[in-house]
């Protein structure tokens, strides 16, 4: 047994939402085996708030970077050899995205890959 | 069952097949590498067939009803409306006639294919009529129509035919649904193929960033600049914020897309740009957009 299974569990709370952050030290800081980390001491995990998807349709990265070429026009042979993919891994993209888009009702290809990135016109 | 519904059906089920019958001369099976997928004789000597469901590249051969395999040439394809053009050195192909318009919503639809020399049928009812939508790849698609029906393996470029047995469009597989191509979009781009053996795109040569301006207006930042491109030749430089086209705000990067369809090519716009807080009208010729490898910006 090391000291760190012994001791209390330290968890640093480190989330920028002030009302969430107090409510978590709240319920935690009573919990017996459990001691918030005062800032100096090393924690040993950290409570943080994922970052909220960049594109509410949940798309992956390569999604993205499909996406954007799909908006310019390319075709999935463009895609592929752009992104140094098979042709066929393109066209599995292009499948997700527009299942994607079709399950959210949405059809402006052109509006969403434009928050994503730069597009050549 | 009644005697009469014995007789509609019967009257049902003879009048579809008599329809399959009557189609089946004028559509094709395309056999292309690892693919298979259905024509039709658009024009003599001329197979308009599903893109996407056509190889890249190798051998394509045409088999029409009872006939042996035709080599093929690819005269054009356009991914953004999912049309390809097949020639064959075979005007006695008898031609498929188009009509212009399509049936209602509900309305029935008989498909057509054909695999290895053979007819395919399949009926369903028009699932969705609606107007002119755009693709995902930015064609312009002259209505929106669906069928409830699922294409079989090498089901793509089949014809849907209506009661009386018009062909209206072509069956593509969207996602989760099977897609027509309407008769009035694949004359369009099928007439541009036999022509140019593309669809051209206009060009600005402009990457693009969809920006707000500091009075929170939509606009597009200059992120770079094709140096030999139509926009570089007017003068916009990096950075330069596009704000407006011919007279109108812009609503984004979109707005500035739509003014680059085919028949955009050789036509000028205003652009209304900001530099450095002043803002400016330049004029920009719209080029065409350089095929996938040839152009900077792929």
Redesign the interface.
């Known amino acids: 047994m090391t000291d760190k299974d012994a001791g209390d569990l330290v968890i640093s709370v480190e989330v920028d939402d002030a009302v969430i952050a107090e409510r978590i030290v709240r319920l935690l800081g009573n919990v017996s085996g459990i001691r918030l980390s005062s800032g100096s001491d090393a924690a040993d995990l950290t409570i943080i708030r994922q970052s909220p998807p960049e594109s509410d349709l949940g798309l992956t990265t390569r999604e993205k970077d499909v996406l954007v070429l799909l908006a310019e026009g390319a075709s999935n042979k463009a895609i592929a050899k752009q992104l140094g993919i098979s042709v066929h891994t393109a066209k599995f993209h292009v499948g997700s995205l527009l299942e994607k888009f079709d399950a959210t009702g949405r059809t402006d290809v052109v509006a969403h890959a434009a928050r994503l990135g730069v597009i050549h016109l | 069952m009644t005697d009469m519904t014995e007789t509609a059906l019967t009257a049902l089920s003879q009048s579809i097949s008599a329809v399959v019958e009557r189609t089946a001369g004028q559509i094709v099976s395309v056999i292309s590498h690892h693919s298979l997928a259905c024509g039709f004789v658009w024009r003599p000597g001329l197979i308009v067939t599903a893109e996407e469901a056509l190889a ?1 590249e190798g051998e394509v051969f045409v088999q029409p009803h009872g006939g042996e395999r035709i080599r093929a040439t690819r005269v054009g394809r356009d ?2 409306t999912d049309i390809a053009l097949l020639r064959v050195d075979r005007s006695d192909l008898p031609v498929l006639p188009l009509a212009g318009t399509y049936p209602p919503v509900g309305a029935l639809s008989i498909v057509v294919g054909a695999a290895e020399g053979s007819p395919t049928a399949t009926l369903g009812v028009v699932s969705r009529a609606a107007g002119s ?2 693709s ?3 064609g312009d698609i002259d209505a929106r129509l669906e069928l409830d029906v699922s294409l079989r393996r090498g089901g793509q470029g089949a014809a849907a035919l209506d009661a009386q047995g018009n062909a209206f469009g072509m069956a593509v597989r ?3 649904r099977t897609i027509l191509i309407p008769g009035k979009t694949i004359e369009r781009v099928a007439a541009t193929l036999e022509k140019h053996g593309r669809i051209p ?1 206009g ?2 040569g ?5 920006v707000r301006t500091s009075d929170n207006k939509p606009a ?1 930042m200059v ?2 600049v ?1 140096a030999d491109g139509p926009a570089a030749k007017s003068g916009i430089h990096q950075g330069d914020i596009i704000t407006g086209i011919n007279g109108s705000a812009i609503e ?3 707005s ?2 739509r003014a ?1 369809g085919p028949d955009s090519i050789g036509s000028t716009v205003e652009l209304l740009v900001t530099r450095g807080g002043a803002s400016s009208t330049i004029t920009v010729m719209i080029g065409e ?1 350089p095929q ?2 040839e152009g900077p ?2």
């Open positions: 890249e991914h953004s939508w755009r995902m790849r930015g969207g996602p989760r795109r060009y600005f402009l990457g693009l960033q969809a597009a992120m770079s094709d984004g990067v979109r500035l897309m680059l957009r996938v490898g910006t792929g």
